[in-house]
Nanobody, 121 residues
Framework: QVQMVESGGGIVQPGGSLRLSCAAS????????MGWYRQAPGKQRELVAG???????NYADSVKGRFTISRDNAKNTVYLQMNTLKPEDSAVYYC???????????????WGRGTQVTVSS
């Protein structure tokens, strides 16, 4: 079994900051790409930021310069530092990882349950 547990969501005023964390646990042999997605009410889930095992990153245009994704491979954890938050950043944020389980021969996508981020004055 593999679990992905997010933390760090909440309510923040426009211009504020939040840091999301997501830790993977269980029978994990290796983790490849990790990322953060978000889904606002009535909208499709979208990629916010991704990071490879080697640390290469990519961002949605809407968050470039404001959000920073990072990871700690030793802790199987991915982070999302969100600065200068805007009301349009409000959504449920989900972490995602491509994980090779012990005893398996292929990577499988795993998702967290999501954490709510609300940006409002």
């Amino acid at each position: 079994q593999v679990q992905m547990v997010e933390s760090g969501g909440g309510i923040v005023q426009p211009g504020g900051s939040l840091r999301l964390s997501c830790a993977a646990s269980g029978s994990i042999f290796s983790i490849n790409n990790m990322g953060w997605y978000r889904q606002a009410p009535g909208k499709q889930r979208e990629l916010v930021a991704g990071i490879t095992r080697g640390g290469a990153t990519n961002y949605a245009d809407s968050v470039k310069g404001r959000f920073t994704i990072s990871r700690d491979n030793a802790k199987n954890t991915v982070y999302l530092q969100m600065n200068t938050l805007k009301p349009e950043d409000s959504a449920v944020y989900y972490c995602n990882a491509a994980i090779l389980r012990g005893g398996s021969y292929y990577f499988t996508d795993y998702w967290g349950r999501g954490t709510q981020v609300t940006v409002s004055s």
